[in-house]
Each structure stands twice: as C-alpha cells, then as structure tokens.
C-alpha cells in the first residue's frame, strides 16, 4: 500500500529485541519496503540502536534518548509515538509481540486515534483498509478483523514472521519531537518475571519450550526437562500438576490458567494433554509429545510423538543434541 508505517523499536540491555525484526518485516512488506518505514527508538542508547537498523536498511530514525523510557511502563511512550507517527505521515504503526509491545498498542492507539489489533498472524491491504487475522482462544479459532480510518497500530504474535533482512540505508537520526510531561513516568516498570526458573529465554517468547509433567514423577527428576531445554536453547515450561505441586513455579505453567505459547517446537514431556494444558500450547508451529502411553491425548495434537519412558529418552535425546551441537 501507498504512505509509511511507523516501527516501534523495543531495546533489551541496549540492543533491539528480536520480536522488533518481525515487526519490521510486517512493516516493510507492507509499504513497499525498509526505505518506507520509519523507526522510534526510546531510551539511553536510542542512538547506538539506530545503527543497527540502518544497517537492515531502515534509516529513518527518530531517537527519544531520554534514560528514563528505559524503566518507563509502555504507557508513557504513547504520546510520542503517536506524535511521531503523524509526523512521519504514517498510516500504521508496528510493534513487536513482547509483553511491553502488547502493551503500548492500547496505548497508543488511544492517543493516536487508531484501531489497534494484538498478536496478528497475517495481514492484507485492501484499499485505505487493513485485514488483520490473528489466533483465539487458545488457538481454536482465528479471528479475521476489518480495520478501517485509516490509522492502525499492530502487534505481532511472536515467531508468526521471518525476522527483517534488508539491505543497509544510509542511517538519519533526528530527535523524536515532543518532550513527555513528568507525570507520563508516573509509573516504573521496575521488574518483568521472565518465567522461567533458570537463565535461557522466556517462556512467552522462545522459539523453542519444552515442557514436564506428571510423568516426571518428582522434583528430583525434573532437571532432565532442564537440561533437554538448555541443550536446545529453549525455555522450560510445565503442566498444572507440576505447578500445583510446587515442583516447579506457577510463571511455568502452560495452559487455560497459565501461559500461552506458540514457539516454532514444543516438547511436552510427561505431559497427558488434558484440555487445559492444550489450549495454552496448540498454536505452537510443531509439538513433539514423549509420553509412555500412547493413548494419552496429547497424541491427538502432536506432529511428532515418542511412545515410551522419559527416564531413558532423555537423558539419550539430551546426550544426543549435545553430540549433534557439539559439532
Ligand atoms: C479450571 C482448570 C484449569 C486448568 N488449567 C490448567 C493449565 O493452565 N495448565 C495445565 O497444564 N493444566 C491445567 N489444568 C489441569 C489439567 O486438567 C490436568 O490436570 C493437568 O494438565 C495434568 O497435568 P499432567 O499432564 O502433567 O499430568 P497427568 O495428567 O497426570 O499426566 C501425566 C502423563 O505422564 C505420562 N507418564 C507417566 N510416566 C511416564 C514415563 N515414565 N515416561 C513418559 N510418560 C510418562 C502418563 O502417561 C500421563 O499421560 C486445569 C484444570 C482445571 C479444572
């Protein structure tokens, strides 16, 4: 479509969070390409950031280099967001499917006089409107939403795009306009619960979650999901059972009353697949399932399923991917 979308760049410890190249790949290939977004970058090392995406071809970008968006909550950055969006001529404006990004599309959307959508998985352009679709109730339907006015902000279900790959632009940094009132840092993010229980990534954003259940029998015998996971890079996740039994904690748990993920591969292990525990983990793009009896209803959604005992698939699967990495 004609006009320019606006990209909201989130940094982690300085750099651009990943979920942002998803974002600007939607953004991109939604104006025509990286020359017709705009990026906003919030924070201490604003300036630094904008490197990174003039070197993937976005050059045009605006620096809100104020330390305090850095533990700013997402709502204090709505005005200038939406200040810069107009500005920049934009009809949409992008932002990565994190916890934060989620957050500012409320937000900004109010303050911009926008229609927003959450965690879109496809998108269409049809005339001055936007077709966004995007997975609900736990991935049981998907909703199909016409955006009209002109003015759409979106967010993007984590892993649902191929990160961002352009050729580099020549980079044009210029303030972001606009100065927030004191009272827009009236309140501090001064902590985020990553969900998971040991260092790797987190659960709401892996690409890779491998889960224990039940069928590990104790917390003595949970490290073996641990290790699976730290030998792929994943995060860790787990059943209600689990969680209720205070094997492990409740940021863990995947499922209803839990966490939803849709990582590329999920690896239930123990796991009976109980409804519950399903809708929280079906939109994932492969599920694997290792569970010793084969009538267990986690088969009915798994791509791949191992029939057999965890005791002895694991620690060979875990040794295996090791080997394999090891090169
Ligand atoms: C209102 C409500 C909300 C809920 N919300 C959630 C939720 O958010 N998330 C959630 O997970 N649950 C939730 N539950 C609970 C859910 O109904 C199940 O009770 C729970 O998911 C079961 O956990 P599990 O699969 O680990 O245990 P089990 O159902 O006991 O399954 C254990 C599995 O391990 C297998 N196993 C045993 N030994 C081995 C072995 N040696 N090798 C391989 N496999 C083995 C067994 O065959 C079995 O399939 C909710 C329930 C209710 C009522």
Request: some cysteine.
């Amino acid at each position: 479509v004609s006009g320019r979308a606006l990209l909201v760049v989130e940094l982690v410890d300085g750099a651009v969070a990943p979920a942002v190249w998803e974002a600007a790949r939607v953004a991109c290939e939604l104006v025509g390409g990286a020359a017709q977004v705009t990026a906003f970058v919030p924070g201490a090392k604003a300036a630094e950031a904008a490197g990174a995406l003039a070197a993937r071809g976005i050059g045009d970008v605006r620096a809100a280099a104020d330390p305090r968006f850095d533990r700013a909550a997402p709502g204090a950055l709505a005005p200038l967001v939406a200040a810069t969006a107009s500005e920049a001529g934009a009809h949409v404006v992008l932002v990565a499917g994190t916890t934060s990004g989620r957050e500012l599309v409320g937000s900004v959307a109010a303050a911009w006089n926008g229609a927003a959508a959450n965690g879109i998985t496809e998108l269409h352009a049809d005339g001055d409107a936007l077709t966004v679709r995007r997975p609900v109730f736990g991935g049981r339907a998907t909703e199909t939403r016409r955006l009209v006015g002109g003015r759409a902000v979106l967010s993007i279900r984590p892993h649902a795009f191929p990160p961002w790959e352009g050729a580099a632009a020549p980079l044009r940094l210029t303030p972001a306009s606009g100065t927030p009132a004191a009272s827009a840092f009236g309140a501090e993010r001064t902590g985020l619960d990553a969900g998971t229980s040991s260092a790797g990534p987190s659960l709401g954003d892996a690409a890779i979650v491998v889960s224990g259940g039940r069928g590990l029998k104790g917390p003595e015998h949970f490290h073996l999901v641990e290790e699976l996971a730290a030998s792929l890079g994943a995060a860790v996740g787990a059943s209600r059972a689990v969680t209720d039994a205070g094997w492990r904690p409740g940021s863990l748990q995947v499922g209803q009353t839990g966490r939803s993920v849709s990582p590329q591969l999920y690896i239930a292990v123990g796991i009976s697949g109980a409804i519950q525990h399903i809708v929280g983990m079906v939109s994932s793009r492969v599920i694997v399932a290792i569970n010793s009896d084969a009538s267990a209803p986690i088969f009915r959604v798994a791509d791949y399923g191992v029939v057999g005992d965890l005791f002895q698939i694991l620690p060979a699967l875990t040794a295996e991917i090791r080997r394999v990495r090891a090169g």
